[in-house]
């Protein structure tokens, strides 16, 4: 299976990073996770490659903040009839009722039509641990975030843990998984800087820092740690200080572009 990165930014999409949305592929099947404004990449290659021939679509939702899910509204133009599943947390997760959690954002009057009048639409719900999609393990887990989040674990594959908290138990989550992409919203040198202080506050609220993430995929033991969900207010060279910093703790971190492609090792 292969992955490929089609928005790694948080918040607001910018012109060289859409907001989150990741596609894992084989022959076989292609999983999305997240619909953020990256859904669009799925209109041109390499990502509209994805859709060619007879691949099932499964799409995950960590949570129903609107630059995750923006992309829903998509749907009917990039999938052209072609059935899609979506799958949302169980209510126990998020206290959200999984029967009006996306029927209640695609709707009028936000939208021409609703979620359901779309045949080849449907939605399914995940409990919290193991669960079997298209032949492939799926792990949830709740996170702690503003309206609550999950991680998604695909095999022993990929780990997605994005808009939360730095928890020291994505690193058991996470543990022996070849990749874990993780939100990195800071650095984190700002929490030296005592001007930076209101920031950092706001921040780890509901977000981490890249030298926090760095030593949870040091004590899971990943293969790969990629950071993303960049906060869009800062720059190419922020991100790339990120990585430099994150290094210092686990050397395998990246910061990558935009349509990036990865192995992922079963």
């Given at each position: 299976?292969?992955?490929?990165?089609?928005?790694?930014?948080?918040?607001?999409?910018?012109?060289?990073?859409?907001?989150?949305?990741?596609?894992?592929?084989?022959?076989?099947?292609?999983?999305?996770?997240?619909?953020?404004?990256?859904?669009?990449?799925?209109?041109?290659?390499?990502?509209?490659?994805?859709?060619?021939?007879?691949?099932?679509?499964?799409?995950f939702?960590?949570?129903?903040?609107?630059?995750?899910?923006?992309?829903?509204?998509?749907?009917?133009?990039?999938?052209?009839?072609?059935?899609?599943?979506?799958?949302?947390?169980?209510?126990?997760?998020?206290?959200?009722?999984?029967?009006?959690?996306?029927?209640?954002?695609?709707?009028?009057?936000?939208?021409?039509?609703?979620?359901?009048?779309?045949?080849?639409?449907?939605?399914?719900?995940?409990?919290?641990?193991?669960?079997?999609?298209?032949?492939?393990?799926?792990r949830?887990?709740?996170?702690?975030?503003?309206?609550?989040?999950?991680?998604?674990?695909?095999?022993?594959?990929?780990?997605?843990?994005?808009?939360?908290?730095?928890?020291?138990?994505?690193?058991?989550?996470?543990?022996?998984?070849?990749?874990?992409?993780?939100?990195a919203?800071?650095?984190?040198?700002?929490?030296?800087?005592?001007?930076?202080?209101?920031?950092?506050?706001?921040?780890?609220?509901?977000?981490?820092?890249?030298?926090?993430?760095?030593?949870?995929?040091?004590?899971?033991?990943?293969?790969?740690?990629?950071?993303?969900?960049?906060?869009?207010?800062?720059?190419?060279?922020?991100?790339?200080?990120?990585?430099?910093?994150?290094?210092?703790?686990?050397?395998?971190?990246?910061?990558?572009?935009?349509?990036?492609?990865?192995?992922?090792?079963?």
């Amino acid at each position: 299976m292969r992955l490929m990165l089609l928005g790694t930014q948080g918040w607001i999409p910018t012109p060289r990073r859409e907001t989150t949305c990741l596609a894992v592929h084989d022959d076989e099947v292609l999983f999305i996770f997240d619909a953020g404004t990256g859904l669009s990449r799925f209109l041109q290659p390499p990502a509209a490659d994805l859709l060619d021939g007879g691949r099932q679509v499964h799409l995950f939702l960590t949570h129903y903040h609107l630059d995750h899910v923006c992309g829903l509204a998509y749907l009917p133009g990039i999938m052209q009839g072609k059935p899609v599943v979506v799958y949302v947390p169980e209510a126990g997760l998020n206290s959200v009722d999984p029967e009006r959690g996306v029927p209640d954002l695609i709707r009028r009057p936000f939208n021409p039509g609703g979620f359901r009048d779309h045949p080849n639409f449907d939605i399914q719900v995940l409990r919290e641990g193991a669960n079997e999609v298209a032949g492939h393990a799926v792990r949830l887990r709740s996170q702690c975030h503003p309206d609550t989040t999950v991680a998604y674990r695909l095999d022993d594959r990929m780990v997605l843990a994005t808009d939360t908290v730095a928890d020291g138990q994505t690193a058991d989550f996470a543990g022996g998984a070849g990749v874990l992409l993780h939100e990195a919203w800071l650095d984190g040198v700002e929490e030296d800087d005592p001007t930076q202080r209101e920031f950092v506050e706001t921040a780890y609220r509901a977000h981490s820092s890249a030298r926090q993430v760095s030593g949870i995929a040091s004590a899971a033991g990943v293969g790969r740690l990629v950071l993303m969900h960049l906060n869009p207010l800062r720059d190419e060279a922020y991100y790339s200080q990120m990585e430099s910093a994150a290094r210092e703790t686990f050397a395998e971190t990246y910061v990558y572009p935009d349509l990036q492609e990865l192995e992922l090792d079963g």
